[in-house]
């Protein structure tokens, strides 16, 4: 099954879900690394916390952008 590479339309769509996906993971592994760090962890906890606000940040660029873009994986 060939697939479809993705228009110049369909890319930001696309990468804005990654970059949300990929700073969410981050997140998560902040939180949980903060609880193991001691006196860091607030430190820890602020740099989750600013990747969460820009993850809303994105998502708002997404929903202006139309939402997500479905590809055509024929």
Not at 4 to 28: C, F, R, S, V, Y
Not at 30 to 51: K, N, P, V
Request: charged share 30%; no cysteine.
């Amino acid at each position: 099954m060939e697939r479809k590479l993705p228009t110049e339309i369909e890319k930001p769509g696309i990468l804005l879900l990654h970059w949300i996906e990929h700073n969410a993971e981050h997140a998560h592994e902040f939180h949980t690394w903060a609880e193991r760090a001691g006196a860091a962890g607030e430190q820890s906890q602020t740099a989750a916390h600013h990747l969460e606000v820009a993850n809303e940040a994105l998502k708002g660029v997404l929903e202006r952008l139309g939402g997500p873009q479905e590809r055509d994986q024929e």
